[in-house]
C-alpha cells in the first residue's frame, strides 16, 4: 500500500512491550486503529506524552487475518488472561493480556467491507481493502491507521484517508459519509462521548446529518434496547457523562428515543432524565456564584439517580472516580439509606415518585407536604437525619453535593447561624406567632433569603 507519511508517534512503555511481541501477517503488515491511535496523534500535536490510561488498544491486518490471530495468540501465550474470543463472522478476535497486575484488551480485525441490509441493523461483513476498510469507520479521526514496523519496533507511518489529523488540529468531529448516523444510529452515542470528552466542534455537515437522522421516526426502530442500553453503559463510564448527555439532549437524540417507543425509555424515565438535566443547570448556575460548588461530587449525584437508582452502580462509578470510600459511603447512605429523609424514604426514591421542580427540593416538597419537610426537620434529631444536618444547614462541611444554596435556592446556613435559627423557630412556636409547620416554613425561606 502506497501513501501516508512518516510519523513520529510513541506508543508508551506499557504498549510497547506488548506491540513489540506482536508479528505482522505472512508478507503483510498491521497498523494501530481506532481511538488508540487517535488519542496517540492527539498527544504528538499537543506536544505532550501520550496517556497511559487507555486499557485498549485496536490492530488490524491487511491480510491472513485468521492465521495471523493464532499467530499473535501463541506470541501472547504467557500474558493472556482468561480464554481468547473468535468472531468468525465479524472478522474479528478478542484477547485480554495482564501487565503489572492490569488487564488489558487487544481487539484483532482483519480488513473489512461492511453492508447494511436495512439501517439499524448489524452489518453484513467480508474481507475487504483498506479503502473499505477505512470507509466503514465513523469520523476521519477514528480511521487514522499507524502502522507498525518491527524492523524498527516504532510506528513507521500514518495513513489518513479523510483527514482526521486535521480534525484534530482543528479541534472538530466530522463524518465519513452523511449517512453514517442512518445506518448505525448507536453512532450518535458515540459522537456525544467523543466530542465531550476531546471538547470538540462539530462539522456542519455532521450536525445537518444527525438532524435529519433524530427526525426519522423509524430510525431506533431495528436498534432495540439492548443496544441503547449498552450504549448508555458506556456514556456513564465517561469522566463526565453529563457533558455527553447535554449533547443527546440538545441534538434532539433522547426525543427521537423516547418518541421512537423504545419501551425500555419509559415515561416515567424520560420524565426522570428531564427533571436530572434541570438538577444539574441548578448546580451549574451555583457553581458560578460560588466555585467550591464546582467538583466531581455534583456529578456524582446527578449520576447516581442517571443509573437507575441503583446503588450499586452508583457506589462502582464513584470508586471508579477515585471518590474515598469513607466519603462514598456517607454519600451512598444519605441517597438510599431511607431512614435518612422525612416520610421513611430515600432520597432517590423521594425523587422518583414526585414531579419536582426543575430538581429543587421545595419544589419536590410542593408536590407532599412541605410542612412535614419541615416538621421533621424541627422534630428529629441530628443523627436521625444526617442530609438535613450537613446539607441544609452546612453546605461547605460535605462537597456540596446538594447543598442548600443549590437545591433549596437559598444561602447555605453555616453551623455558626444553625442553632439560634432553630431556636428562634421554636420560640415562635411557643408564642403562637409560628401556629403551623407551614408558618414556620414561611419564616424560615424569609430568614434565609435576606432583605429584598
Not at 456524582?300 to 466519603?327: D, K, N, P
Not at 454519600?331 to 438510599?336: N, P, R, S, V, W
Not at 447555605?412 to 403562637?432: D, K, M, V, Y
Request: charged letters at 30%; hydrophobic letters at 40%.
Amino acid at each position: 500500500m502506497n501513501g501516508g507519511r512518516p510519523v513520529n508517534v510513541v506508543a508508551g512503555p506499557r504498549w510497547q512491550k506488548i506491540l513489540e511481541r506482536i508479528p505482522p501477517p505472512e508478507g503483510g503488515r498491521f497498523y494501530a486503529v481506532g481511538g488508540w491511535s487517535r488519542d496517540r496523534i492527539l498527544a504528538s500535536l499537543e506536544g505532550r506524552a501520550p496517556s497511559e490510561e487507555e486499557k485498549e488498544i485496536d490492530l488490524v491486518a491487511d491480510r491472513g487475518f485468521f492465521p495471523w490471530v493464532e499467530t499473535v495468540f501463541r506470541a501472547l501465550s504467557g500474558l493472556i488472561v482468561g480464554t481468547p474470543h473468535v468472531e468468525r463472522d465479524f472478522l474479528t478476535a478478542r484477547v485480554d493480556v495482564l501487565d503489572e497486575g492490569e488487564i488489558l484488551r487487544i481487539d484483532l480485525a482483519g480488513f473489512r467491507s461492511e453492508s447494511y441490509p436495512r439501517p439499524g441493523v448489524l452489518p453484513r461483513t467480508r474481507p475487504g481493502s483498506f479503502p473499505e476498510d477505512s470507509r466503514r469507520r465513523d469520523f476521519p479521526m477514528n480511521a487514522l491507521y499507524l502502522e507498525w514496523d518491527p524492523t524498527r519496533k516504532g510506528f513507521r507511518r500514518l495513513l489518513d484517508p479523510f483527514g482526521g489529523e486535521r480534525d484534530l488540529a482543528l479541534r472538530m468531529v466530522s463524518l465519513i459519509r452523511p449517512e453514517a448516523f442512518s445506518e448505525d444510529p448507536t453512532r450518535i452515542f458515540r459522537w456525544a462521548r467523543l466530542a465531550s470528552r476531546l471538547r470538540l466542534t462539530s462539522s456542519y455537515e455532521l450536525l445537518l446529518a444527525l438532524r435529519t437522522a433524530v427526525k426519522d421516526p423509524s430510525l431506533w426502530h431495528e436498534v432495540g434496547g439492548a443496544r441503547v442500553s449498552g450504549e448508555m453503559e458506556r456514556l456513564q463510564r465517561e469522566k463526565d457523562p453529563l457533558a455527553a448527555i447535554s449533547l443527546l439532549f440538545s441534538s434532539n437524540a433522547f426525543a427521537s428515543l423516547t418518541g421512537g417507543a423504545l419501551a425500555r425509555l419509559s415515561f416515567q424515565r424520560k420524565r426522570r432524565l428531564g427533571r436530572w438535566f434541570s438538577l444539574r443547570d441548578s448546580l451549574e448556575v451555583g457553581a458560578k456564584k460560588d466555585p467550591y460548588l464546582v467538583g466531581a461530587s455534583r456529578e456524582m449525584f446527578y449520576l447516581a439517580l442517571l443509573a437507575g437508582l441503583r446503588r450499586r452502580i452508583f457506589e462502582q462509578v464513584a470508586l471508579a472516580w477515585g471518590i474515598g470510600a469513607r466519603f462514598r459511603e456517607g454519600l451512598a447512605e444519605t441517597l438510599f439509606r431511607p431512614s435518612s429523609w422525612p416520610g421513611g424514604q430515600s432520597y432517590a426514591g423521594l425523587l422518583k415518585e414526585s414531579g419536582g421542580d426543575g430538581g429543587h427540593l421545595w419544589g419536590l416538597a410542593d408536590r407532599m407536604d412541605r410542612g412535614k419537610l419541615l416538621d421533621s426537620l424541627l422534630r428529629c434529631g441530628e443523627e436521625e437525619i444526617p442530609l438535613w444536618k450537613d446539607y441544609l444547614f452546612d453546605g461547605r462541611r460535605l462537597p456540596p453535593l446538594v447543598s442548600g444554596k443549590v437545591l433549596l435556592g437559598y444561602p447555605a446556613i453555616s453551623p455558626e447561624e444553625r442553632r439560634p435559627i432553630l431556636a428562634e423557630i421554636r420560640f415562635r412556636q411557643r408564642t403562637g406567632e409560628l401556629k403551623t409547620p407551614e408558618d414556620a416554613l414561611h419564616w424560615l425561606e424569609k430568614r434565609v433569603s435576606g432583605p429584598e
